[in-house]
């Protein structure tokens, strides 16, 4: 058994130990005082720790717990930066690459739009316009245009109010449609044309 006074030293130099133990880990740690706009990752990057650290060291729920303006943290000190992974700022060259992107974007919508004007359709039967005299123009297959605009054989696109398009060729011209450069006459029958009325119609010339 051991002599009472070496206990007694053995004790009090334990103690001594757990003493400067706490005292080291107390003059590692800080304090910090919230600043409006902080967070807990960025006191943590900005005090060389982590943000575990600083949720551990406060007990904290988590990384999303509130923080408020002159709350006061404790700091620990000997851990590492937090590295975890974080969105990068935009970087010149990413930006001069997202900037060509949208530029060519912007090209591609332009040239896929290119050449399209806004005109007025209205529709005819041929048949029914020659006076049942006959025609050389079979139905639903032309347009009737202004040929000083469109000479005939021009190949057109049309795109309908509905969405749909079609091509046609244009095969005849009327005094109707022949003073009126902005204006199509879309050969259908004649049950077709009267319930087409006249409608808004986007045209472009393909051939």
């Not at 706490?22 to 590692?28: K, L």
């Not at 990384?63 to 700022?89: C, E, F, H, W, Y």
Request: charged share 15%; no cysteine; hydrophobic share 35%.
């Amino acid at each position: 058994m051991l002599p009472k006074s070496l206990v007694s030293r053995s004790l009090v130099m334990f103690g001594t130990l757990i003493g400067l133990g706490f005292a080291t880990i107390s003059a590692s740690a800080k304090e910090y005082t919230v600043k409006s706009g902080d967070s807990l990752w960025s006191i943590a990057k900005n005090n060389d720790t982590t943000t575990k650290a600083v949720i551990n060291a406060n007990s904290l729920s988590s990384a999303k717990a509130v923080i408020l303006p002159n709350q006061k943290l404790t700091i620990p000190a000997g851990a590492k930066a937090d590295k975890s992974p974080r969105i990068k700022p935009l970087t010149e060259s990413s930006s001069n690459s997202s900037t060509k992107n949208n530029k060519s974007k912007q090209t591609a919508t332009k040239t896929a739009t290119s050449g399209w004007t806004t005109m007025v359709a209205t529709a005819y039967d041929p048949e029914v316009a020659a006076g049942g005299q006959g025609t050389s123009i079979p139905t639903g297959t032309g347009v009737a245009a202004a040929l000083s605009r469109y000479p005939k054989g021009t190949q057109l696109e049309i795109k309908f109010q509905d969405g749909h398009t079609e091509n046609r060729v244009v095969n005849d011209t009327g005094t109707f449609a022949y003073s009126n450069p902005n204006q199509l006459d879309i050969s259908m029958t004649n049950s077709e044309a009267m319930q087409f009325g006249r409608q808004s119609i986007q045209v472009r010339v393909v051939g």
